[in-house]
T-cell receptor, first 114, second 111 residues
Framework: NAGVTQTPKFRVLKTGQSMTLLCAQDMNHEYMYWYRQDPGMGLRLIHYSVGEGTTAKGEVPDGYNVSRLKKQNFLLGLESAAPSQTSVYFC?????????????FGPGTRLTVL | GQNIDQPTEMTATEGAIVQINCTYQTSGFNGLFWYQQHAGEAPTFLSYNVLDGLEEKGRFSSFLSRSKGYSYLLLKELQMKDSASYLCAVIRGSTLGRLYFGRGTQLTVWP
């Protein structure tokens, strides 16, 4: 099993450009999450999904959109990138939500917006 | 909101014992996770506590006191490879699996 994979691993954008980050998991997990990690800020939840076709906002959703058309994939979109979105983005998945369902993280996407 | 506090940095020497504390204030508390994150890598699961007490797993142990809103991660027989960031995260029963992370504690192990 590959676990959680993310594409791409690195990306540099110019302000105003758009892009989509892809997360895929092969563990048949119901729940998927997108986080961003900035120095000194810890992991912050952007959006999450509790099943195919569902999405919900997390702590810092502004400037991002997501889609979960297939159970194994969770896409994060930036419509008009801003320098404030320079960050490391982690995708995670868990079998279910609630207690005792650990989240498995992907390797991360390092995004720089110039 | 959730207030989750942990020290920013800690240092220790190889072979020693270190305790990383985490305090939290949250409603609907339903468990606490510890994750380890090496520089440039993804977080990986270390432990989960939902009941008061100590959970031991090899060189790592995690303790929880729900009444005090307090947890700690205890690392014994430190090795150089234990140099990493340790993330405390709480889960609330009302939010369907969402984790709320602290800012992480950067542990450096010296030879």
């Amino acid at each position: 099993n590959a676990g959680v994979t993310q594409t791409p691993k690195f990306r540099v954008l110019k302000t105003g450009q758009s892009m989509t980050l892809l997360c895929a998991q092969d563990m048949n997990h119901e729940y998927m999450y997108w986080y961003r990690q900035d120095p000194g800020m810890g992991l912050r939840l952007i959006h999450y999904s509790v099943g195919e076709g569902t999405t919900a906002k997390g702590e810092v959703p502004d400037g991002y959109n997501v889609s979960r058309l297939k159970k194994q994939n969770f896409l994060l979109g930036l419509e008009s990138a801003a320098p404030s979105q320079t960050s490391v983005y982690f995708c995670a998945s868990s079998y279910k939500g609630g207690f005792y369902n650990e989240q498995f993280f992907g390797p991360g996407t390092r995004l720089t917006v110039l | 909101g959730q207030n989750i506090d942990q020290p920013t940095e800690m240092t220790a020497t190889e072979g020693a014992i270190v305790q990383i504390n985490c305090t939290y204030q949250t409603s609907g508390f339903n468990g606490l996770f510890w994750y380890q994150q090496h520089a440039g890598e993804a977080p990986t699961f270390l432990s989960y506590n939902v009941l008061d007490g100590l959970e031991e797993k090899g060189r790592f142990s995690s303790f929880l006191s729900r009444s005090k809103g307090y947890s700690y991660l205890l690392l014994k027989e430190l090795q150089m490879k234990d140099s990493a960031s340790y993330l405390c995260a709480v889960i609330r029963g009302s939010t369907l699996g969402r984790l709320y992370f602290g800012r992480g504690t950067q542990l450096t192990v010296w030879p």
